[in-house]
């Protein structure tokens, strides 16, 4: 994958959760090692207004990224232990393309869908 690609997904999933969850006096953590997806999130995160906790701890804000065929990817994002969504997209020259509804696989006590 590419670094724009990389940069879409992230960014997408960053406003998927913007847009779905409502975390309540939630503090991502964000991962040691960033992948191009994560850095990119959690940028578009901390625009949104989320605290982000960067000293390394244990747990956070991870992108897992799988290629299912030759132009299409499954993105999965884990945010601290118990909230999880994950997108398809199909990658293109300039990005992605979403192929898919945001689909919340992990939803914590604390959290709400909007």
């Known amino acids: 994958m590419t670094p724009v690609q990389e940069c879409a997904i992230g960014y997408d999933l960053a406003q998927q959760i913007y847009t779905h ?3 309540t006096d939630t503090v991502i953590i964000a991962p040691r090692r960033k992948t191009g997806c994560e850095t990119y999130a959690i940028a578009y995160l ?3 207004g989320f605290k982000i906790d960067d000293r390394g701890a244990r747990g956070g804000f991870e992108v897992e990224v799988v290629k299912s065929d030759s132009f299409v ?3 999965t994002a884990v945010v ?3 909230l999880k969504l994950s997108r398809n997209y199909e990658l293109a020259e300039t990005g992605v393309y979403a192929v898919s509804d945001i689909t919340i696989l992990e939803l914590p006590a604390f959290a ?3």
């Open 21 to 23: 969850v409502s975390l």
């Open 46 to 48: 901390q625009q949104a």
């Open 73 to 75: 990817v499954t993105a």
């Open 80 to 82: 601290g232990e118990r």
């Open 112 to 114: 709400e869908l909007r």
